[in-house]
């Protein structure tokens, strides 16, 4: 495995016992410690390409296109971000209560308390998952949780036109 693959990515995101599910392809990526996923959005709304950075203990999500955003999370705290579009600009505050990693068969962290040795190098397939509430522009809007899943998109056999 290499620190660069195209992936399949699934984002299921869950506000209040809602879920939504949706598929992308993009590109995942590692630099030392660091894992960068970034996928492209399309809908109804306009384009948003979007970025989202690991690293031990914090996640980082930003959207840029159509929409700019910026959302940062890291367990125990509250962290400010922001939203704009072209017709409504908020502050977003994230308090996430859960946020861990899982790359091929291990998963950050240490619960049973014993000393670490040296981390892993993360690799695919990934699973980042975090629960948090959300608060727009002061007011509180929810508790969400997301899981976001890569894996190596695997090279269509030849003659696969579908």
């Not at 700019?68 to 705290?77: L, P």
């Not at 861990?100 to 695919?124: F, I, R, V, Y």
């Not at 699973?127 to 899943?149: A, K, N, S």
Request: glycine share 8%.
């Amino acid at each position: 495995m290499t620190g660069r693959a195209k992936v399949q990515i699934t984002l299921t995101s869950e506000l209040d016992g809602e879920r939504q599910t949706h598929a992308f392809i993009g590109e995942w990526f590692r630099k030392d410690r660091t894992v960068y996923v970034r996928y492209e959005e399309s809908d109804e709304n306009g384009q948003v390409r979007t970025l989202v950075r690991w690293r031990e203990g914090e996640l980082s999500v930003k959207r840029h296109g159509d929409v700019e955003s910026d959302q940062t999370f890291a367990a125990g705290m509250r962290r400010v971000g922001h939203y704009t579009s072209t017709h409504i600009r908020f502050q977003l505050e994230t308090d996430t209560t859960l946020l861990w990693m899982q790359c091929g068969d291990m998963a950050t962290g240490n619960p049973l308390g014993k000393p670490q040795e040296e981390p892993m190098a993360p690799s695919l397939p990934m699973l980042l998952e975090w629960h948090y509430r959300l608060w727009v522009d002061e007011q509180p809007t929810g508790m969400f949780i997301v899981r976001l899943h890569a894996e190596e998109q695997k090279d269509k056999p030849a003659g696969d036109n579908v």
